[in-house]
Nanobody, 120 residues
Framework: QVQLVESGGGLVQPGGSLRLSCAAS????????MGWYRQAPGKQRELVAG???????NYADSVKGRFAISRDNAKNTVYLQMNSLKPEDTAVYYC??????????????WGQGTQVTVSS
């Protein structure tokens, strides 16, 4: 079992910045991939950014050049730095983790979510 706790959400004006944190209860070195998803009202949950155990990253087209995902293995924490925020970035942001099982499957874990609101 891996527990994920997000923090850092809030209200910010357009053009502003926020940094989200996701603290894991287990060593993230044992986790194959971690990511940030978001879900806006009336929309499906979408991948925002992901990072693998080998530090390979990927981003949704809508956030490329504005958001950056990173990890601190010593703190078992993954971050999402969000710059140049837009109203359309408003959503609940969720941290996720995928861990391979001994049987070759994948266990997925989710945090409780943190609200990000971009508004003037």
């Amino acid at each position: 079992q891996v527990q994920l706790v997000e923090s850092g959400g809030g209200l910010v004006q357009p053009g502003g910045s926020l940094r989200l944190s996701c603290a894991a209860s287990a060593s993230i070195l044992s986790i194959n991939a971690m990511g940030w998803y978001r879900q806006a009202p009336g929309k499906q949950r979408e991948l925002v950014a992901g990072i693998t155990s080998g530090d390979r990253t990927n981003y949704a087209d809508s956030v490329k050049g504005r958001f950056a995902i990173s990890r601190d293995n010593a703190k078992n924490t993954v971050y999402l730095q969000m710059n140049s925020l837009k109203p359309e970035d408003t959503a609940v942001y969720y941290c996720s983790a995928e861990k391979l099982t001994p049987g070759g499957g994948i266990d997925a874990y989710w945090g409780q979510g943190t609200q990000v609101t971009v508004s003037s």
